[in-house]
């Protein structure tokens, strides 16, 4: 599935807007530092002159002109770090501002071997608006490591949530460094979505691509395309991001309705993305009995065997907050 132009546009204009704001804001900046310390505009000014002054010297066939420019303009920008750090500022408070540092809000990079890519962030941008994200954005606002509470649990129930806190943590810390797939599975209302949430956030932030999907909205896309003739390619594009994804999501598996044809994707997507070094998050009410007797034993072998399994237990917190509210 490829952008319309006119959802290129819209994202184009977004970093547009913000290599706008990061003007205004280095602008207002160096105005700050140009009023609160004495000399730094002359010092700034100064360099166009030598460069003017520089050119001049080369045109005349001075063969030293640019390392003496080169020197002197090293001495201004220490002098400038000194006036920076006497006054209290920090070193790089007049560099640029930017949403991502990795393009410079221009929403591609180019690669070592001379290609422009689009950067990480153009991808979740492209990810949320072909595929819905809407869900977990707002989700991740409200349920982050931020708003993790205890107070919902108690005894091996509370043991078990901590110790599935601490696993979701070290999944981050790690992610870079090795693949790892996770498993949240037990009783309903437990906290598997709220931790898939907080694990989301930590990885959106740090720019690794993630894709969310409920497992009925997952394996509705699929089939919509899948038996549409018409959208082998979108299918084919569908598929490489889920494969190809850093981190995919599948939050209550067990609540679509499965069939063969669900099986068949679900198995291709878990082996896909082992092949490729993906990591893959599932959650679901299921047993680990209920998991063996629902799905092929392709599919239970691969996920007890590749994932980190986690259970939770207690009451439904949604049940508790109700009645604490009350």
């Not at 930017?98 to 393009?103: E, F, I, Q, R």
């Not at 869900?135 to 931020?146: A, L, R, V, Y």
């Not at 790892?180 to 690794?208: D, H, M, P, W």
């Amino acid at each position: 599935m490829a952008l319309s132009n006119s959802q290129y546009e819209l994202i184009m204009k977004g970093y547009e807007r913000a290599r706008d704001t990061s003007r205004f804001l280095l602008e207002r900046r160096r105005e700050q530092i140009y009023n609160a310390i004495p000399g730094f505009r002359e010092l700034a000014e100064s360099v166009s002159s030598l460069a003017v002054a520089s050119g001049r010297r080369m045109l005349e066939g001075d063969g030293h002109a640019l390392e003496v420019l080169h020197e002197k303009l090293q001495e201004i920008a220490s002098r400038q770090q000194q006036l920076l750090n006497q006054y209290g500022f920090s070193g790089d408070y007049l560099e640029p501002i930017y949403s991502c540092a990795d393009c410079r809000d221009t929403g591609y990079v180019i690669m070592e071997n001379g290609t422009r890519e689009k950067c990480h962030c153009f991808r979740q941008q492209e990810i949320r608006i072909l595929y819905a994200q809407s869900h977990i954005q707002d989700m991740i606002e409200h349920e982050n490591f931020s708003t993790l509470s205890y107070q919902y649990y108690q005894g091996e129930d509370l043991r078990r949530f901590e110790t599935a806190v601490q696993l979701s943590k070290d999944f981050i810390h790690t992610f870079n460094d090795d693949c790892r797939n996770l498993f949240f599975y037990g009783t309903v209302g437990t906290g598997k979505s709220f931790l898939s949430g907080c694990i989301a956030r930590e990885l959106l932030q740090q720019g690794f691509s993630v894709i969310y999907f409920s497992a009925a909205g997952l394996f509705d896309v699929l089939a919509r395309y899948a038996f549409d003739a018409k959208e082998k390619e979108s299918l084919y594009d569908l598929r490489e991001d889920l494969y190809g994804c850093d981190l995919l999501i599948v939050d209550d598996l067990g609540t679509e309705m499965t069939n063969g044809f669900v099986t068949s994707q679900l198995f291709s997507c878990l082996n896909e993305r082992h092949l490729r070094g993906r990591s893959t998050l599932i959650s679901t009410n299921l047993s680990l009995e209920e998991l063996r007797d629902r799905y092929s034993d392709r599919i239970f072998s691969r996920i007890t065997s590749h994932f980190t399994l986690c259970k939770l237990t207690g009451t439904d917190i949604r049940i508790l907050k109700k009645r604490m509210a009350k």
